[in-house]
């Protein structure tokens, strides 16, 4: 089986799919064969193959098995809102058990390392009483934690990671990613994230003008999360 982790965000817009693809980029330059699933995505385009969301097609662009958008992109919803608000306006139910199952077949499909992006922060809604934090509990995955550089990071880093740890998932570490140019005290940040959030930090990334993931990848270090 894949050693597997779920990327979760401190909240939305923080890079996760920018930092999802570097990491594999960075697996795949060290030899390892990758997978990765977006379980759920709002606001996809209409294509004349289907719904389709620009964050799981980069993740399919950025992996080296040669998955359909199906698995790679289970629950495709075209409203760009909150997923269990634009699931309910399109009549759709989301399911953890449907979610579960896809992940588990990906990550039997052969890859050396599998990454299952999460949807908006750690808590995201799914119905009146499911959240997408129930599918890394299903799988028992370990957490990879994607921190955006900005005002407020700190607290919203460290009660992510305090739910994380409630929830009895370990948080295998931390990735810091500037999404946008001259934060104020940017290192002092990063030092206090450093002393207070209990995981190695696998990189920091500063701000791309590009948006190319390859760039982030040089910053990545996987070591920690590869077998030992």
Same mark, same amino acid.
């Given at each position: ?56 097609? !980069?993740? $399919?662009?950025?992996?080296? /098995?040669? *998955? @359909?958008?199906?698995? &790679?992109?289970?629950?495709? %919803? ?53 959240? !997408?934090? $129930?599918?890394?509990?299903? /799988?028992? *995955? @370990?957490?990879?934690? &994607?921190?955006?550089?900005? %005002? ?72 920690? %999360?590869?077998?030992?």
């Amino acid at each position: 089986m894949a050693k597997t982790y779920f990327i979760a965000g401190t909240d939305t817009e923080v890079g996760k799919t920018y930092v999802s693809a570097a990491l594999l980029s960075a697996a795949a330059e060290a030899g390892l064969q990758t997978a990765a699933v977006k379980p759920v995505a709002s606001g996809c385009e209409h294509t004349d193959d289907g719904l389709r969301n620009e964050d799981a097609l !980069l993740l $399919q662009e950025a992996m080296t /098995l040669k *998955l @359909p958008y199906q698995q &790679v992109n289970p629950f495709a %919803l075209e409203p760009a809102i909150a997923p269990h608000i634009a699931a309910a306006e399109v009549g759709k139910q989301l399911n953890v058990a449907r979610m579960a199952g896809v992940c588990r077949g990906v990550m039997s499909a052969g890859a050396d390392l599998v990454l299952i992006e999460g949807a908006g922060g750690w808590r995201t809604p799914l119905g009146p009483r499911s959240f !997408l934090s $129930q599918l890394p509990r299903e /799988l028992n *995955l @370990p957490v990879i934690l &994607v921190v955006g550089m900005q %005002l407020g990071c700190i607290n919203h880093a460290l009660l992510t990671a305090e739910a994380i740890r409630r929830d009895g998932l370990p948080l295998a570490g931390w990735v810091a990613n500037f999404t946008r140019d001259g934060m104020a005290r940017a290192d002092e940040n990063l030092q206090t994230l450093k002393a207070l959030l209990p995981a190695p930090l696998l990189g920091t990334l500063p701000f791309d003008t590009a948006a190319d993931y390859r760039n982030g990848a040089q910053y990545l270090d996987i070591t920690p %999360l590869l077998p030992h």
